[in-house]
DNA sequence: GAATGAGTTGGAATGATTCCAACTTGCAAG
DNA sequence: CTTGCAAGTTGGAATCATTCCAACTCATTC
């Protein structure tokens, strides 16, 4: 069951919303509380899963709609790792994203200001890039057996 | 309609097949043909119906399979933007890519390797990654009138 | 020249996402 | 109030890229 937002958190909903003219509604606190609690890139389908526990009667179709609205005011950023489901994440600060293929699990990855401006640097005159996006691909240790002596 | 590969170019196709024990087919040199003919990172549709020019009898199903061949055995590399229709380019060099939100278009952008070095750093203890992937979404000037005074 | 196996084929199945038309809700104007 | 509107929600149908599958082709080997 998922907390309800806090004040703080629900301010910032009912800003970003009204700053492109739209509302806060009980399934939208909803869907934010959902990816505010568990920052683990879940798909629609695992928010709609989580989401349902505290409001039974919510359908797909919103939680499609909550989370493209979303990320047209800028308060999640959808993830894409080829052609599977897409993710969502409510980490607004530049970051990479690493991928480890032995869980399927995604990582936030901090991005130093310096690597965006030397990235950004590569490009040739005459292309101009609002965003920019770097994903990672390979194994973590997360899923490795800790050593046991601490 | 599209050249017959060079002679290079079909030893180098008839070595990554063998390697991972596969063979030339009219069908696979067609389709490397067409990547290589129109670098402009087509999508299995557009592939399609240019290999089709030259086999009318070729099957969406055989472009699919011939695709995921040359992926696996490292002739091509997959291009995925949002979820849109996975594209395919031939340039092993490593890049990046640009997507021009205006026209579609996917432009590659070389990759210095120190960029490459530094990107890999910022990986925290733990964290090994054989590939990445960087794209960077925004608008390029190539669809833009170019300035008549010269 | 029959058997084998890789490759190809067309059509059906899948699965994420989008679309749509009906329904609900909150609110503002009469 | 109560009517009407606009925004939001809903479930189911439609879409579309991709995958799956079983039948077929073809080159090779015995």
Known sequence: MIQKLSEHDREKLQESLAHSGQKVTAQREIVFAVLLAKRD???????????????????LATVYN????FVGCGLVRQ??????????????????HFR???????????LPPEIIQS???????????????????GRSQESAP?????
């Open 100 to 110: 480890d293929e032995a869980t399927g699990h995604v990582h936030d990855i901090e």
């Open 79 to 96: 993830v894409n790792h080829e052609r599977e489901s897409t993710r969502y994440c409510p980490n607004l600060a530049p970051h990479a």
């Open 119 to 137: 990235l950004r640097s590569i490009l040739p005159p005459g292309f101009n890039s609002e965003t920019i996006e770097i994903s990672f691909h």
């Open 41 to 59: 890139h879940p798909t629609v389908e695992d928010v709609f899963q989580r989401a349902r526990e505290s409001m039974p009667g919510l359908s």
């Open 146 to 150: 800790r050593s046991t002596s601490n």
């Open 66 to 69: 909550c989370l493209e609205t």
